[in-house]
């Protein structure tokens, strides 16, 4: 076994997972899995910039994630970073807090790469077939999604990938563009602002079509906290449960039904949902929508539901190159 430690900086969020992986197997076992709400991507689609404040918030995490990796053992250390850290003029300034703490220098990847890594996470363990028989079979090619806070990944392939496109429809990127005003979330927003909103996914939906066959896929996998927390919401959950959420599979009405609730309902009445994540509420209306407007294009009547992402791609490659 090699030991491993992953962590993944999203514009939202930033995530450790500490692993054993297989070497002759590529099985990874989990030693532990933790998620912190740090918001690094405040307000870098305005200005350009990472604000004091939500760096400190994600060097605290780091902090935190430091003693984890040492009381663990583990023999590599990977760091991406991805979106919020991509855009920001001020970079330099996150990788250099984040070497002092963690002693590895945060690689901010390409899109593609974000890609490569949530596909490998997401895929590893599907077992390929023809849909429906036994409950185990997933038709390839894939289409993994994965919706973060600033961007959204589409890759498509079989047993590796074969066209990606990364293009900014995050569920942070979409709440900041479209539902703020005056510094603080419409509750709940205007018909014409979530008429803009679905415009500027749309959009963004033919980039990402140009570049990857979205409609030839078989089998779409959906990534990340929006798409677990519309999950949860849709099997009425009474509080968020990993087992129950992964490889679930939610249909197109279902992501609608839950759609259509999240964006007409006040902050108050998100935040009462017992499976959702507080640092999820003024987001996840904005990031079920990007979901629901994927399904319409390709026409895909479910979505098969991964725990499983960048965070485990990233352990496996990081495993690859430790032994």
Same mark, same amino acid.
């Given at each position: 076994m090699t030991r491993v430690a992953a962590v993944d900086c999203g514009t939202n969020s930033i995530r450790l997972l500490v692993a054993d992986v297989d070497p002759a197997t590529g099985e990874l076992t989990d030693l532990e899995r933790r998620m912190t709400i740090v918001r690094l991507g405040q307000g870098v689609d305005r200005t350009g910039r990472l604000a004091p404040e939500a760096l400190e918030r994600t060097f605290a995490a780091c902090r935190e994630y430091a003693a984890v990796i040492e009381k663990h053992g583990a023999e590599r250390v990977r760091f991406v970073a991805t979106s919020a850290s991509r855009d920001a003029e001020n970079r330099e300034e996150f990788v250099r807090g984040v070497v002092d703490i963690l002693g590895v220098e945060p690689e901010v990847i390409s899109?593609?790469?974000?890609?490569?890594?949530?596909?490998?996470?997401?895929?590893?363990?599907?077992?390929?077939?023809?849909?429906?028989?036994?409950g185990?079979?997933?038709?390839?090619p894939y289409l993994?999604?994965?919706?973060?806070?600033?961007?959204?990944e589409f890759v498509v392939g079989g047993d590796r990938v074969s066209a990606a496109r990364s293009v900014d429809i995050g569920c942070v990127r979409m709440t900041e563009r479209h539902l703020v005003v005056d510094g603080a979330v419409t509750?709940?927003?205007?018909?014409?602002?979530? =008429?803009?909103?679905?415009?500027?996914?749309? %959009?963004?939906?033919? /980039? $990402?079509?140009?570049?990857?066959p979205?409609?030839?896929?078989?089998?779409?996998?959906?990534?990340a906290g929006s798409v677990t927390t519309v999950s949860a919401i849709a099997q009425d959950l009474p509080a968020y449960d990993s087992e129950a959420i992964h490889h679930s599979r939610v249909t197109r009405d279902r992501v609608r039904e839950v759609t259509e609730r999240l964006l007409r309902s006040t902050h108050?009445?998100?935040?009462?949902?017992?499976?959702?994540?507080?640092? =999820?509420?003024?987001?996840?209306?904005?990031? %079920?929508?990007?979901? /629901? $407007?994927i399904m319409e294009r390709v026409d895909a009547q479910e979505v098969v539901v991964s725990e499983h992402d960048i965070l485990d791609g990233i352990a496996h490659y990081a495993a690859s190159e430790a032994r």
């Open positions: 899109g593609d790469q974000e890609a490569e890594f949530s596909f490998t996470g997401a895929t590893k363990e599907l077992t390929g077939g023809t849909a429906g028989t036994g185990t079979g997933f038709a390839k993994v999604v994965d919706i973060g806070g600033g961007s959204t509750d709940p927003p205007t018909e014409e602002r979530i =008429r803009a909103m679905r415009a500027d996914i749309e %959009a963004a939906l033919d /980039l $990402a079509e140009q570049a990857v979205l409609r030839e896929a078989r089998t779409l996998v959906g990534l108050a009445e998100r935040a009462a949902i017992g499976s959702l994540h507080p640092g =999820r509420v003024d987001v996840i209306g904005a990031g %079920a929508l990007v979901l /629901l $407007a």
